[in-house]
């Protein structure tokens, strides 16, 4: 079975500044990895997946993610915070033909 | 790009009462739907799974005669919560996966369950 964790409940950045919310996972096959960003009251919206090829992926608002394989984590980060990303961000992984998981979910606050 | 509709977006029903929550894929075919629930500040939890004419299967813990999923369509599944309590209060959100884009996985924007 698959997983994902999540290690920070919150982060905290400074507009401006790059940004990084970790993910690892756990797979027992080739993961395909997503994330996903949520609003209060509202369903998740995708931003990016990995499913092969580069290990860098380029997503939505700007963000991107690399795969390591060798340190099974796909942590998404982007170069220049916005007030507007202070949300809730949920990585994903799916093991092939398997039900999607989500890691717990990390609070992203970018202050002003 | 691919849509999940719910229906609706928000309601609130009385102890012991049936409250039904509709998911549609607006326009994509979708082989199999999701049904997450999350708690105020928590992730999602997946709840079950349906296939399309199938029984869907339910994660353990989740009472099948509680949450009756129907997946009657490749566009259509509901969610009837059966003699709601308070406790079951919480963010219901679907999810479905494409059938021609299997690792492509939508989701809805999630009702909203009170019950009182």
């Known amino acids: 079975a698959q997983s994902v964790a999540q290690p920070e409940d919150q982060v905290n950045v400074a507009e401006g500044n790059p940004l990084t919310v970790k993910c690892t996972y756990s797979v027992s096959g080739n993961p395909y990895l997503f994330w996903y960003v949520q609003y209060p009251n509202r369903g998740l919206q995708f931003l990016l997946k990995y499913i092969t090829g580069d290990n860098l992926v380029k997503g939505s608002y700007g963000f991107e993610a690399e795969f390591n394989k060798s340190q099974t984590s796909f942590h998404l980060k982007k170069p220049s915070a916005l007030v507007s990303d202070s949300a809730l961000y949920f990585c994903?992984?799916?093991?092939?033909?398997?039900?999607?998981?989500f890691g717990a979910g990390t609070r992203l606050t970018v202050k002003p | 790009g691919a849509v999940v509709s719910q229906h609706p977006s928000r309601v609130i029903c009385k102890s012991g009462t049936s409250v039904k929550i509709e998911c549609r894929s607006l326009?994509?075919?979708?082989?199999?739907m999701f049904w997450y629930r999350q708690f105020p500040k928590q992730s999602l939890m997946l709840m079950a799974t349906?296939?399309?004419?199938?029984?869907?299967?339910?994660e353990q813990g989740v009472e099948k005669d509680k949450f009756l999923i129907n997946h009657a369509s490749l566009t259509l599944s509901t969610l009837t919560v059966t003699s709601a309590h308070p406790e079951d209060s919480s963010f219901y959100i679907c999810s479905a996966r494409d059938l021609w884009r299997d690792y492509e996985q939508y989701f809805g924007p999630g009702t909203r369950l009170t019950v009182t």
């Open positions: 326009d994509f075919q979708a082989t199999t």
């Open positions: 994903a992984v799916r093991d092939q033909g398997d039900d999607m998981r």
């Open positions: 349906s296939n399309e004419g199938s029984k869907a299967t339910y």
